[in-house]
């Protein structure tokens, strides 16, 4: 039970029915996901915890939708653009390639997947994981849920 305050108290700028989207998986037992959900390592990152980020530059936010997309809708402060087929062949490159492709450093810093509202972005995560990536997170909500609180514009306040 600890563990589900936990997740409400580390979500408590999530709409409700966000939170119970998130919560949901957690209160049946004996699920993958519920494990996972529980997990000492969280693999989600909440809309506060990733606008901190962003404004701290701790992260390298990678949003995996489609180019037209993010032309038809707008894309994350400071994210940049891989497509989630794309994903684990970005992540083979070396960093001297990877800056090359995406004009971007790729430093070891910690990596945040964004999609429009946390399906193909968890897919990353998974993706990066594989590749060793272990501290990867998901933006639960996504491009939507930002949009929601801030517009669809590329401010962070």
């Known amino acids: 039970m600890t563990e ?4 409400i108290e580390a979500e408590q700028s999530m ?7 998130r919560l949901a998986p957690a209160l049946r ?13 969280p693999t989600d990152i909440g809309l506060a915890e990733l606008k901190e980020k962003i404004n701290k530059k701790d992260i390298l936010l990678i949003d995996v939708r489609e180019p037209t997309e993010l032309q038809a809708y707008g894309v994350l402060p400071g994210a940049i653009n891989i497509p989630l ?3 684990p ?7 001297e390639a990877f800056e090359r492709h995406y004009g ?4 070891p810093k910690k990596l945040v997947f964004s999609c ?5 972005s968890e897919k990353a995560r998974q993706a990066a994981e594989k590749e060793g990536y272990h501290d990867a ?12 609180t801030h517009g669809s514009g590329s401010s962070v306040n």
């Open 4 to 7: 589900i305050i936990r997740i």
């Open 15 to 21: 709409i409700p029915a966000r939170l119970a989207f």
């Open 29 to 41: 037992t004996g699920s993958l996901l519920a494990r996972r959900q529980l997990s000492d390592r």
């Open 85 to 87: 087929g794309e994903v």
């Open 89 to 95: 062949y970005a992540l083979s490159l070396s960093p």
């Open 104 to 107: 971007v450093p790729f430093e």
């Open 116 to 120: 429009k509202l946390g399906v193909r």
């Open 137 to 148: 997170r998901n933006f639960l909500g996504g491009f939507d849920l930002w949009s929601e």
